[in-house]
Structures are given as structure tokens and as C-alpha cells.
């Protein structure tokens, strides 16, 4: 699917049958980040888009379960900014997360620090599947 997607997108835009166009590849990454997975299934990478979709939201979900901190850009701690950043990247879950009322972060709870560490490596996780990604379409990886 995606690799007819691709070829479209090369025909429209007259390019070199090594590169994809820019816009395709914008487009794959922003998908890429916004639902973990997604741009992995549009490049035909199934399997591999299934257990990043996974992996990363069950990590997602466990940070929440154990009360982690969703962390904001309003705090003076530029590791705190950074953590936002970090947890940022995560995507669309964020702000649904946000929305529902979670990731508020209890610090007498046992398990906080370790549910905030499991927000920021989803969304780390989650950057560097954009990232692989990326680099399925450029033909750098197979």
C-alpha cells in the first residue's frame, strides 16, 4: 500500500527513483508520531508496526498506572521542560491522557518516579521509531 503511495508521489513530482519526495516523507513522519506504529504499517512494515503500536502504549498505559507526572513547559526545572519534550513525543496519547484527567503524578505514591521514567522512554521510544521510519523510506534500511 504504502509503496504504491510512494510511487505516486514520485510520479507527481518528477523525482529520482532513489529519494521519495519531501512532502511523502513529512507526511509519513508526522503519522509516524502521531499514532506509534503508523508510519511503519503505510511503508508495509506490519509486523514491526504492531509491536511498536504495543510496546509503546503499554508503556504508555503503565506509567499512567503507577501515577508517573506528565510534566509541563510552565516549570522553572529545564529538566522538567525536557521531560515535557520527552513525553511530548509520545504523540496523540498525551493529550488524550490530558484530556481524560491522568498523569496528574502522586509523589507519595511508591511507583511514581517509575511510572514518570515509563512516560518519557514511551516517547523517546516512540522518536526513534520515527526516526527508523524515516530511514525505511529513504531506502537506507530494509
Not at 29 to 56: E, K, Q, T, Y
Not at 104 to 114: E, K, P, Q
Request: positive net charge; contains cysteine.
Amino acid at each position: 500500500m504504502a509503496g504504491k503511495v510512494i510511487a505516486e508521489d514520485r510520479e507527481k513530482a518528477k523525482v529520482s527513483p532513489g529519494h521519495p519526495p519531501t512532502f511523502t516523507l513529512v507526511r509519513l513522519c508526522v503519522a509516524a508520531w502521531l499514532v506509534p506504529g503508523l508510519g511503519h504499517l503505510l511503508v508495509g512494515r506490519r509486523w514491526r508496526a504492531l509491536i511498536l503500536f504495543a510496546s509503546i502504549m503499554i508503556m504508555f498505559v503503565l506509567g499512567l498506572a503507577m501515577q508517573g507526572q506528565i510534566f509541563s513547559t510552565s516549570s522553572a526545572s529545564y529538566l522538567e521542560v525536557l521531560g515535557h519534550y520527552g513525553e511530548l513525543c509520545v504523540g496523540l496519547a498525551l493529550p488524550a491522557a490530558r484530556f481524560f484527567g491522568y498523569g496528574g503524578g502522586d509523589l507519595f505514591f511508591v511507583s511514581s518516579d517509575f511510572g514518570t521514567a515509563y512516560l518519557v522512554a514511551a516517547g523517546m521510544l516512540n522518536a526513534l521509531a520515527v526516526l527508523d521510519c524515516f530511514d525505511i523510506a529513504m531506502g537506507r534500511k530494509q
